[in-house]
């Protein structure tokens, strides 16, 4: 079971960044969790459901030890990439991720990525 302070969307460590910076930096992925949060309750995605897309934005932050506000499209297409080819993820393993991660970018950003447009869980299209 998550809590608050499981999910952070950024990366352990701070890299050689000022504490000041680290601690404002903590509070925006804060701020974007917990609004991604408000946003599945309001959609009314389940207890369950709402842990596992946190789960994979977390993951994509992780993989990247950045926020993933900051992701460019490309990123995001090849951690899809590294999902099936690295990783092996199973296609219902990889159709969690890109719904988690495309209610990120397209309901908590407002961000339309036209990745989402040609992922499939088949994996025909990456």
Known sequence: MLHDCDISFHS????????????????????LRRRMTEELQLAG????????????VQVL??????SPDL??????RQFFLHLI????????????????IKFFYETT???????FDHCCPEYEIF
């Open 45 to 56: 995605y389940s207890p369950k459901t709402l842990e596992s897309y946190l789960i994979t």
């Open 12 to 31: 352990e460590g701070n890299y050689g960044l000022t504490a000041e910076y680290q601690k404002k930096k903590e509070k925006v992925m804060s701020k």
């Open 85 to 100: 080819n690295e990783r092996k993820a199973s296609s219902s393993s990889v159709t969690v991720y890109l719904c988690g």
């Open 71 to 76: 992701l460019t499209e490309d990123e995001i």
């Open 109 to 115: 950003l407002k961000r339309k990525l036209n990745i």
């Open 61 to 66: 932050a992780k993989y990247y030890h950045r």
